[in-house]
């Protein structure tokens, strides 16, 4: 099993920037690909982003060219660069961890004023 801990949210003007963190301890080699889900009041948690263990990476077309995804083995951490953040980028932010396991993270806030 994998432990996730995300962290980095917080409140920001849009057009800001924030980093979110995923810290993952347990079985790390176990682990396939790592991904940034996020859901909205009101509304269904969806992928943002994705990473595989071999670097490849997806984006939700929404935000494409604005969130950045990246890993740092040695940390054990997988992060999401968030830039020119919009209202509507306002929601929990969950990671999740896939291998022989289905693992979530607790959540982490963002709110984007405008």
């Known amino acids: 099993q994998v432990q996730l801990v995300e962290s980095g949210g917080g409140l920001v003007q849009a057009g800001g920037s924030l980093r979110l963190s995923c810290e993952a301890s347990?079985?790390?080699?176990?682990?396939?690909?790592i991904s940034w889900h996020r859901q909205a009041p009101g509304k269904q948690r969806e992928l943002v982003a994705w990473?595989?263990?071999?670097?490849?990476?997806a984006y939700v077309e929404s935000v494409k060219g604005r969130f950045t995804i990246s890993r740092d083995n040695a940390k054990n951490t997988v992060y999401l660069q968030m830039n020119s953040l919009k209202p509507e980028d306002t929601a929990v932010y969950y990671c999740?961890?896939?291998?022989?396991?289905?693992?979530w993270g607790q959540g982490t806030q963002v709110t984007v004023s405008s």
């Open positions: 347990g079985s790390i080699s176990s682990i396939n690909t």
């Open positions: 990473i595989s263990s071999g670097e490849s990476t």
């Open positions: 999740r961890a896939l291998g022989t396991f289905d693992s």
